[in-house]
């Protein structure tokens, strides 16, 4: 693994199914790419679009664990959510995600601008 990982960093691997490796380096360069477009769309009223680019991103931080960029992507969903249930949702898995990195500040932040329990 150590070996793969020196080709990985020298630019040597491009991609390498079952690892994980190369999907850490590739996965959260495309789950940005996808989530700014998705601000874009937002930007730009389109929030089919937005929420579609947001549940893509999404998918690969989850897959790849990148829980400061899945609650972020969380808090752009809940701005999207049409319901109460959905909105909830995403403030509560945006929370656990960035408390599972002891990243309370941005816990606060979410509380502030969406409300919460402070538990």
Excluded at 1 to 13: C, K, P
Aim: glycine content about 8%; aromatic content about 6%; charged content about 30%.
């Amino acid at each position: 693994m150590e070996d793969l990982r020196d080709e990985l960093a020298r630019g040597e691997v491009l991609v390498v199914v079952g690892t994980g490796v190369s999907i850490q380096a590739t996965g959260g360069a495309e789950a940005n790419c996808i989530r700014s477009l998705g601000d874009i769309a937002f930007a730009e009223g389109r929030q089919d679009e937005a929420m579609s680019r947001y549940h893509a991103a999404l998918a690969l931080y989850e897959r790849i664990r990148k829980p400061f960029s899945i609650g972020h992507t969380h808090r752009r969903l809940v701005r999207l959510a049409t319901d109460e249930d959905s909105r909830t949702a995403h403030v509560t898995a945006a929370r656990e995600a960035w408390r599972s990195i002891k990243r309370d500040d941005l816990v606060t932040q979410l509380d502030a601008e969406f409300g919460g329990d402070k538990a």
